[in-house]
């Protein structure tokens, strides 16, 4: 499962190739993107038909049957989740035994004051929901994965101007971590 990838993330994505790739873009405009990008390309497409399946969901209630992905890969949606444990809950019901959750995700030095977590703007923005880097750790932990690799993505900057703030007062940060379901 891919989800939140952009168009060039996407296909970097495909182009790995896992028995079962399926995305489930979390916008409509991405969905969008993820299809167009597999009908116009050649040998993308062809890979696309033989191992990709594409639909629309959301993160909190995946449309897989228990246990058959390989690996699920997200990339800045949990952030804008307000149920983060559903969403942990949820990836670890669609993997396979011994299966992969690979996710890229901002995380603050410290915990957001709560102001920060009920701002609209910062919720659109994708900063509201972040959790401090320790609460997220332990957020996956906690939905019985075991954790392989954590890592800041040191050249990382938010593109957002109303965002750059909130990012440099509390030491918002890109990271990425790979943890694996045990059954």
Known sequence: MVTGLDEREL??????VYRTV???PDEASLF???RELGERRGSLSDVLDRVASFGQSSI???PFENGPLDVVLENGTIAVSARKERVHRQARRVLAPYSRLTISELVAAEM????IGTDAGCWAAGTGGVLDAIAYVDAIEAAAFEMIEYRENREWESRIDRDRDVCRRYGLKSTSLSARKHD
């Open 22 to 24: 399926s995305a489930v």
């Open 32 to 34: 969008e993107t993820s």
């Open 112 to 115: 957001l004051p709560k102001r």
């Open 60 to 62: 909190e209630g995946l």
């Open 11 to 16: 296909e970097h994505e495909i182009e790995v």
